[in-house]
């Protein structure tokens, strides 16, 4: 197993489905009166945020509890950080508390790489800047595995900001390596030339949702994220929606049995209206409940289950 989890190209197709395979057997703990495992009594997990969160940060803490860890939870609002305190001396004062995991969100790109430098624990990337989020791409995969039977073959739309994604980044990964097709559909403004090829080769490109829709077994919405945009990318939100949202005539184009998911959190009637959102298609509340298996399976491989 691997130590750190920074990347969807850090697993391969073996690491990543022991972990989708590992979190199927932790979701029959969710379904238990008690919720828990006494897998990780005694470690100490800290949630290390700089950003923020509800999902994500919710669906780690839950994971670790779970499994019986320690849990604490820091935000750099409240914290030291607000005093200047730089991400060095903080992973310093992690150390002397022996975290054995670090679960990072961070807005600069490549944080979670830096501390896994300055820690003897496991760093696992939560979301950093606009690079990557390796364990909502397994939360997707394992989605996708649950309620289509496979991975292998699957063809996946990533639909929107996908610049500004870092869910989107770490799909192309993790999907490629698994063995799905994925193409990528937005704005040109909000499609890096370079992503696609440089990312994960035989990953398409198309301007055009319409075109694409009837030929997926998935469709996964991503959010506009405004507050990383200081320009104009595209000319008003009707205008995106009108092109790039989805809504009930769009999703009637697409096969019987695909699926519809966002990673939350939706701007619902911009990229997503209410009656995609909360229709029988829409995977949206399944993905959260598979979040916190997901995570932990991470944690207990990283930290437990290995033979490090
Ligand atoms: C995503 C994120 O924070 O990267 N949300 C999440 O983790 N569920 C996507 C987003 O913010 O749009």
Redesign the pocket.
């Known amino acids: 197993m691997i130590r750190h989890l920074l990347s969807g190209a850090d697993l391969d197709a073996a690491t990543a489905t022991q972990i989708l395979d590992t979190a199927a057997e932790m979701a029959t703990v969710a379904g238990r009166e008690v919720k828990k495992l006494p897998a990780l009594r005694g470690r100490t997990v800290v949630n290390l945020f700089y950003e923020d969160?509800t999902?994500?940060r919710i669906s780690f803490e839950a994971a670790a509890k779970r499994l019986s860890a320690d849990v604490i939870n820091f935000s750099a609002k409240g914290s030291s950080v607000a005093k200047g305190e730089s991400l060095k001396d903080t992973a310093l004062t992690l150390q002397a508390m022996g975290a054995d995991a670090v679960v990072v969100r961070h807005p600069a790109s490549g944080a979670p790489h830096r501390l896994a430098n300055w820690v003897d624990g496991s760093v696992v990337n939560a979301?950093d800047g606009t690079h990557e989020?390796p364990t909502?791409a397994l939360l997707d995969a394992y989605t996708m595995r649950s309620r289509l039977g496979r991975i292998a073959g699957l063809h996946v739309a990533v639909v929107g900001d996908v610049l500004h994604?870092?869910?989107a980044r770490s799909n192309v990964l993790l999907l490629s390596t698994l063995g799905a097709k994925v193409t990528l559909v937005g704005p040109p403004t909000l499609i890096p030339v370079d992503i696609p090829q440089a990312l994960a080769p035989g990953t398409d490109v198309s301007y055009d949702l319409d075109t694409v829709l009837p030929g997926v077994d998935v469709v996964m919405m991503?959010?506009v994220?405004r507050e990383r945009m200081n320009d104009s990318y595209f000319p008003s939100a009707r205008e995106y929606a009108r092109r790039y949202g989805l809504d009930g005539p769009r999703m009637r184009r697409l096969p019987e049995h695909a699926i519809v998911m966002h990673?939350?959190?939706m701007n619902r009637g911009m990229e997503i209206t209410p009656e995609v959102a909360d229709s029988p298609r829409s995977t949206i509340v399944e993905q959260v409940a598979n979040g916190v298996s997901v995570r932990m399976a991470v944690l207990y491989l990283l930290l437990g289950g290995n033979n490090r």
Do not use: N
């Open positions: 969160s999902r994500t979301g989020h909502q994604s870092r869910v991503l959010r994220q990673p939350g959190p």
